[in-house]
């Protein structure tokens, strides 16, 4: 019996022992689970952070690409102001400034993150960039500018010049007996001579590159003329005054930038420019002489009324030279002006009388000049130059005027100007005679209105 039971023993152990087996193995399948499942989720949290680190890179780029167009456009920016303001810093337009930084201009598409980035700015910097490249602003000294008007602008210019001048002339007309003695007459005059001129210049821009100009000066003039004579019997100083009132002659003239240049690069601007005779004639105006003033002289041969214009009418063609180079613009230019010829010219002498003195050809007029503007700061600028004309000797029925030389005029110039508003700039030169032809002084105002 004892052989018959263990075999059933043995039955319920196994049993108990498969079914200990598989519960140990559904522990062991469920904790392979759980295993598995632990790590995907730390697989999920982790491509998350990755996607969020990537966003976030997103992000930055995004930022960089917008900071990088904002300081392009502030580079811009920067050069178009200092282009269009009276700087003096001889910079170049954005497309030259590009090329040396190695900086492109906003691509398709970028123009949204641009905007963002501006609109982060509390103000406004600069001013908008300019399409093509312009000459620099300097303070003006001559009576050209140096900055073309721009396209479909005019310039309303309204100036107030004044010039003194006063010579002194000893006159001898005798012989000596010793050098100490003289036997004839001796005439001591000084001239002093004021003018003012007021004027109204208008210039509007064709083109960027052409612009037309037209100047309609209003001239007051005094002259006082101090003699004295000695060996009549008299030693009394006699004066002689006029002055004359009147429009001056009107000029028209036409300037072109022949160039596009650049940093270290010059601009060439080519000038024309017509003068007319409207102002009041020389030859009209009454001069103290009763019969005539060549031969057998009557009077003091001074006229009455003073001109104020030249009588001949002249045309001017130019060629000027702007070289930036930071942080001053050199500048210069060269000019020759043709005075046309007059027939059948009469001189109007006392009593109504004329005195005829026939075909009058006044000498042409070379010149030139040079100087240096540099800025102080975005408003104000001063310059510094020299002007020199040559003036040919006068000729009457093709013989030259006896007494009549060759004259050379030169001036040296102090200019300053300090802009008001965007579109209004107080412009001052000032002007110091150099020779004896030359007025001792002039002061020159212009107040350029951009509109």
């Known amino acids: 019996m004892a052989h018959l039971k263990l075999p059933g023993i043995s039955a319920v152990g196994c049993a108990v022992m498969l079914l200990l087996g598989g519960v140990v193995h559904a522990q062991s399948v469920a904790g392979s689970a759980q295993d598995i499942e632990a790590r995907l989720e730390a697989l999920n949290q982790e491509v998350m952070a990755q996607k969020k680190r990537l966003v976030h890179l997103e992000s930055?780029?995004?930022?960089?690409?917008?900071?990088?167009?904002?300081l392009e456009s502030l580079?811009?920016?920067?050069?178009?102001?200092?282009?269009?303001?009276?700087?003096?810093?001889?910079?170049?337009?954005?497309?030259?400034?590009?090329?040396?930084?190695?900086?492109?201009?906003?691509r398709t598409g970028e123009a949204e993150l641009l905007a963002q980035a501006q609109s982060s700015e509390t103000a406004p910097v600069g001013q908008a960039p300019s399409t093509s490249g312009r000459p620099p602003e300097v303070a003006p000294l001559f009576e050209q500018p140096g900055v073309l008007t721009p396209q479909g602008r005019y310039v309303l210019e309204p100036s107030l010049q004044y010039g003194y001048s006063s010579s002194n002339r000893v006159a001898l007309v005798g012989y000596t007996i010793i050098p100490a003695l003289l036997i004839g007459l001796i005439d001591v005059r000084e001239v002093k001579r004021n003018t003012l001129t007021a004027a109204l210049s208008g210039r509007f821009g064709i083109t960027n590159r052409l612009e037309l100009e037209a100047r309609v000066p209003y001239v007051y003039r005094t002259d006082s003329n101090v003699e004295r004579e000695f060996g009549v019997g008299s030693a009394a100083a006699n004066v002689f005054s006029a002055n004359g009132l009147h429009v001056g002659d009107v000029e028209l003239g036409a300037r072109y930038q022949l160039n596009d240049g650049g940093v270290d690069k010059p601009f060439y601007i080519g000038t024309l420019r017509f003068k007319t005779r409207t102002g009041k004639d020389p030859f009209d105006v009454m001069t103290d002489c009763r019969q005539?003033?060549?031969?057998?002289?009557?009077?003091?041969?001074?006229?009455?009324?003073?001109?104020?214009?030249?009588?001949?009418?002249?045309?001017?063609?130019?060629?000027?030279?702007?070289?930036?180079?930071?942080?001053?613009?050199?500048?210069?230019?060269?000019?020759?002006?043709?005075?046309?010829?007059?027939?059948?010219?009469?001189?109007?002498?006392?009593?109504?009388?004329?005195?005829?003195?026939?075909?009058?050809?006044?000498?042409?007029?070379?010149?030139?000049?040079?100087?240096?503007?540099?800025?102080?700061?975005?408003?104000?600028?001063?310059?510094?130059?020299?002007?020199?004309?040559?003036?040919?000797?006068?000729?009457?029925?093709?013989?030259?005027?006896?007494?009549?030389?060759?004259?050379?005029?030169?001036?040296?110039?102090?200019?300053?100007?300090?802009?008001?508003?965007?579109?209004?700039?107080?412009?001052?030169?000032?002007?110091?005679?150099?020779?004896?032809?030359?007025?001792?002084?002039?002061?020159?105002?212009?107040?350029?209105?951009?509109?």
């Open 75 to 106: 580079e811009r920016r920067v050069a178009e102001q200092q282009v269009a303001l009276d700087s003096l810093r001889g910079t170049a337009s954005w497309d030259i400034l590009a090329a040396q930084r190695g900086a492109g201009k906003p």
């Open 292 to 451: 005539r003033c060549l031969d057998n002289t009557s009077g003091t041969g001074l006229p009455l009324d003073l001109p104020t214009g030249s009588g001949f009418n002249s045309l001017q063609a130019g060629l000027t030279v702007l070289y930036p180079s930071d942080p001053a613009v050199f500048f210069g230019s060269v000019t020759y002006t043709h005075n046309f010829s007059r027939d059948n010219v009469s001189r109007l002498v006392l009593n109504g009388e004329r005195e005829y003195l026939g075909t009058i050809a006044p000498g042409s007029v070379v010149g030139f000049n040079f100087g240096m503007g540099l800025a102080l700061n975005e408003k104000s600028s001063f310059s510094l130059g020299y002007d020199h004309s040559a003036v040919g000797r006068t000729e009457m029925n093709g013989v030259v005027v006896a007494g009549s030389v060759r004259t050379q005029l030169a001036t040296l110039l102090l200019g300053y100007s300090y802009r008001l508003s965007p579109k209004t700039t107080l412009n001052v030169s000032v002007g110091a005679g150099l020779t004896r032809d030359t007025p001792d002084v002039s002061l020159t105002i212009r107040l350029p209105m951009t509109f």
């Open 60 to 70: 930055i780029q995004q930022q960089f690409t917008g900071q990088k167009l904002l």
